[in-house]
């Protein structure tokens, strides 16, 4: 079966970076959709990124755009999350995930409906 094991979370203060690993293993196909979510205490998981591996078309949560950036590496089979500019309300648990459904134009939906296999998650916790 497929799996994810994420890594690169932490402790950081307000406006500064950290970079998220997800090596997978497990599967041979090709084209697929990996994500970024994070789940707060008392809060629901969202989408924070996607990615086509197709095409490398990339989706982004309105609340990280221009400060975090969702990437794949093929070769490596290796997905990251480089976050920027940190903010408090970035802490949460982060979780890779895998699937094999992408919409029309080979885009990737940040519902988690859309992945089906999923890392057991890393802590990111920004203090302000």
């Known amino acids: 079966q497929v799996q994810l094991v994420e890594s690169g979370g932490g402790s950081m203060q307000a406006g500064g970076s950290l970079r998220l690993s997800c090596p997978t293993s497990?599967?041979?196909?090709?084209?697929?959709?990996m994500g970024w979510f994070r789940q707060a205490p008392g809060k629901e998981r969202e989408g924070v990124a996607a990615?086509?591996?197709?095409?490398?078309?990339?989706t982004y949560a309105d609340s990280v755009k221009g400060r975090f950036t969702i990437s794949q590496d093929n070769a490596k089979n290796t997905l990251y999350l480089q976050m920027n500019s940190l903010k408090p309300e970035d802490t949460a648990m982060y979780y890779c995930?895998?699937?094999?459904?992408?919409?029309?134009?080979?885009?990737?939906?940040?519902?988690?409906?859309?992945?089906?296999?999923w890392g057991q998650g890393t802590q990111v916790t920004v203090s302000s």
């Open positions: 995930a895998l699937g094999f459904r992408w919409r029309s134009g080979g885009y990737c939906d940040t519902n988690s409906a859309y992945y089906n296999s």
């Open positions: 990615i086509y591996t197709g095409g490398s078309r990339t």
């Open positions: 497990g599967y041979t196909y090709s084209n697929y959709c």
